[in-house]
C-alpha cells in the first residue's frame, strides 16, 4: 500500500512537465526558423523592410514671378501740423479726433475781435490820407497853370508835386496795412491744408495759442493716397533699374510684418537719387489708393516688387531642393520605383516652387516627403499612387461585374 507522504509521485509528475514543456519549445524554435528561413517568407520580409514610402511631385513647367521681397515702412505722402499763425483764444474747436476732412474746412476758431477793430483803425487811417492826397493833388494842379502865368514861385509849384509824391506813398502804405489785418482776420479761421484724417486734439478750447507754438493744434495725416518706403540692394539695383525703364511703373504688394497676408496693391513712384554707403541699398516709394485705410502710418510691411514673369521654365516643389555637399539636388524616382540623386542648378524661388535652370527633366517624379533615409538605389514605393490604382480596380470591378 502507498504512503500518502510518499515523494516518488510527485519527483515523477514534475519529470513529466519538463519533458512536455521541453518538446513544445523545440517544436516553435523550428516552426519559427523554418517560417522565416524559408525563400519566400525572408525575401519578402526583407523586402517589405526595405522599401521606402514616400511622397512625389512631377517636374512641370510654368511661369514664375520674379518679385523681391524688402521690408518697408508705411510713409504718408503729406503730414501737417496744424498750427495757427497768430495768438489769440482759441474761441472755437470745429474738429472732432479722428475726423476726415477735406483741404479748406475750419478747424478752429481764434477770437477775431481784437484783429476786426485794429482794421477798422487802419481803414479809418486810409480814408484820411486818401482824402490829403486827393487835396495836394487838386493845389499842385492848381500850381502848375499859375506857374505857367508866373503867377506863383517856381520852388512853391514843385514843393508841392514833392508832397503829392510822398501823400501816395503813405496811401500805399495805409492800404498794406488794410490788406495785413484782412489777412489777420482770414488766419483767425484756422482751415485744413490739405485732405487727411486728424489725429488728437493738442489744445482746447479757451487757450491761448500763439504762433509756432510747439505741438500745434492736431497733426493732419493724409490717408489716401500712402506711401510705401523700402531699400533695394545695390546688386539687384540694375536689373530693377532696367524694369524701369522699360515699364516706367512696376507693380507692389504690401503684406503684413509676418508676411502671410496680402494688404495692399500700388506701384512704384521713385526711386531715390543715391545709395546708402552704410547700408549699400537705396529707397523706393510706393504709391497705394488705400481706400479702405488697412496701411497705416509708420506701420511695417513686407513690399513685395514685382520686376517680371519667366515664362515656360522648368519648376520643382520647394520641398523637394536637397543641399549636399556638392550643392543642390533632388531624389528622382525612376521607373523600377528605385532613387537616383540628381544634381540641379537652381534659380529663383517662392514659398511654393523653385526654378530648375539645369539637372532635371520635365515630368520626372521627384521626392517630396519622406527623405529622411533614402540613398541612391533605394526601394521605395508611393502610397498615394497604389491607393489611386486600387480604388480604379475597385471601381472598373463594379462597373463590369
Known sequence: MSNNNDPLPSYSSRKKWLISSGVLGVVFCAGFWLFFHTPTHKHHFRANALIQPVAVQRVTRGSMPVVLTELGTVIPITTVTVQTRISGYLLNVLFTEGQHVHKGDDLALIDPRPYEVLLKQYQGQLARDRAQLEQARMDNARYQRLIKQDSIDAKTAQD????????????????????????????????????????????????????????????????????????????????????????????????????????????????????????????????????????????????????????????????????????????????????????????????????????????EKVVTDGVDRLRAGTKVSIPAEEDHTNKDHHHKHHKNP
Open 160 to 363: 508841392q508835386q514833392f508832397m503829392v509824391k510822398q501823400l501816395e506813398g503813405t496811401v500805399k502804405s495805409d492800404e498794406a496795412l488794410v490788406d495785413n489785418q484782412k489777412l489777420q482776420l482770414l488766419y483767425c479761421h484756422i482751415t485744413a491744408p490739405v485732405d487727411g484724417r486728424i489725429g488728437i486734439r493738442a489744445v482746447d478750447k479757451g487757450n491761448y495759442i500763439a504762433a509756432g507754438q510747439s505741438g500745434g493744434l492736431a497733426v493732419l495725416t493724409q490717408m489716401q493716397p500712402i506711401s510705401v518706403i523700402f531699400t533695394v540692394p545695390q546688386t539687384q539695383l540694375p536689373e530693377v533699374l532696367e524694369e524701369l525703364h522699360t515699364k516706367k511703373v512696376l507693380p507692389v504688394e504690401a503684406w503684413n510684418s509676418t508676411n502671410t497676408v496680402k494688404i495692399a496693391d500700388g506701384t512704384t513712384s521713385v526711386l531715390d537719387s543715391e545709395i546708402d554707403t552704410a547700408t549699400g541699398t537705396v529707397r523706393m516709394r510706393a504709391i497705394f489708393p488705400n481706400k479702405d485705410e488697412r496701411l497705416f502710418p509708420n506701420q511695417f510691411v513686407n513690399a513685395h516688387l514685382k520686376l517680371k514673369t519667366l515664362k515656360n521654365v522648368l519648376l520643382v516643389p520647394s520641398v523637394a531642393v536637397q543641399t549636399g555637399p556638392s550643392g543642390p539636388f533632388v531624389y528622382v524616382v525612376q521607373a523600377n520605383n528605385t532613387i537616383k540623386i540628381q544634381p540641379i542648378v537652381t534659380g529663383i524661388s517662392d514659398a511654393t516652387n523653385t526654378v530648375i535652370l539645369s539637372g532635371a527633366t520635365e515630368g
